[in-house]
């Protein structure tokens, strides 16, 4: 059983000689929430393909720790800034797909689809086509799909970013909760301090040129709800995060 992930010395330079990533260490501990932000060219959605095993470092390693030693890569699901679900198949059919392809009989993957469809609010959405659905419900059907294999690694790739403000609070919401409920560890990356700040257990703060880990950081409220958002404590962080990305920015300037 997943216990740990060990990134060490992890980097990433491509046949070009780009440093997409260099020298990047953390631990992220199972069942936690960890972000990765920054802005673009900062090695997040590099490392995010390294830790989900889509590519090799070219330098370091990405170690999963169980009980008795190192492990393979866990059950593995992904999601991304554009929900690419498929126009012609309904929204049950798009979050059964993954079972499909795994083998699972017709009646089980129906029936864990619709479970998982209702969890993220589209339980009377199931028949409808994925041009009937609204940025932030095609974002749910999405979400719901990497779910249904029950993944012990949850990595998501600006899934939010596409979605209006409003609607992108409800997500993350949405993601806090199930995070809770299905005790699964994710890594996400966005390019928003604010988002980073209100969903993770663990923000990760990366800068470009090349791409690294200037900053950790640990939020941890009294509260957490939607009016978190509005209150100096919440600010504060915000303003701490911020500070961390300023000052790297402004030195690789130098």
């Known amino acids: 059983m997943l216990q740990r992930i060990e990134i060490s010395q992890v980097g990433r330079v491509y046949d070009d000689g780009f440093?997409?990533?260099?020298?990047?260490?953390?631990d992220i501990r199972a069942g936690s929430m960890t972000v990765l932000v920054g802005p673009s060219g900062c090695g997040k959605t590099t490392l995010l393909r390294l830790i989900g095993g889509l590519d090799h470092p070219t330098s370091g390693r990405v170690i999963f720790h169980g009980a008795a030693g190192a492990l393979q890569q866990p059950r593995t699901a992904f999601a991304f800034q554009e929900a690419r679900?498929?126009?012609?198949?309904?929204?049950?059919?798009?979050?059964?797909?993954?079972?499909?392809?795994?083998?699972?009989?017709?009646?089980?993957?129906?029936?864990?689809?619709?479970?998982?469809l209702t969890r993220v609010g589209l339980g009377g959405a199931t028949r409808k086509l994925p041009g009937q659905l609204s940025g932030g419900m095609r974002m749910r059907?999405?979400?719901?799909?990497?779910?249904?294999?029950a993944p012990q690694l949850l990595l998501l790739d600006e899934p939010f970013g596409a979605v209006d403000e409003i609607s992108r609070h409800a997500l993350d919401d949405l993601l806090r909760s199930l995070w809770a409920e299905l005790a699964m560890t994710v890594v996400m990356v966005t390019?928003?301090?604010?988002?980073?700040?209100?969903?993770?257990?663990?923000?990760?703060?990366?800068?470009?040129?090349?791409?690294?880990?200037?900053?950790?950081?640990?939020?941890?409220?009294?509260?957490?709800?939607?009016l978190l958002r509005a209150t100096p404590e919440f600010a504060a962080v915000n303003a701490e995060v911020l500070r961390s990305l300023g000052e790297a920015m402004v030195g690789a300037q130098r």
């Open 19 to 26: 440093v997409a990533l260099a020298g990047a260490s953390f």
């Open 85 to 116: 679900l498929l126009p012609w198949r309904t929204v049950l059919d798009n979050v059964a797909l993954p079972l499909e392809l795994a083998g699972v009989a017709p009646a089980e993957r129906i029936e864990r689809a619709t479970a998982m």
């Open 141 to 149: 059907a999405s979400i719901a799909r990497a779910l249904v294999t």
């Open 191 to 226: 390019h928003s301090i604010v988002e980073a700040t209100y969903v993770a257990e663990q923000v990760v703060v990366m800068a470009p040129a090349p791409g690294r880990i200037v900053a950790q950081f640990t939020p941890s409220f009294a509260h957490h709800s939607p």
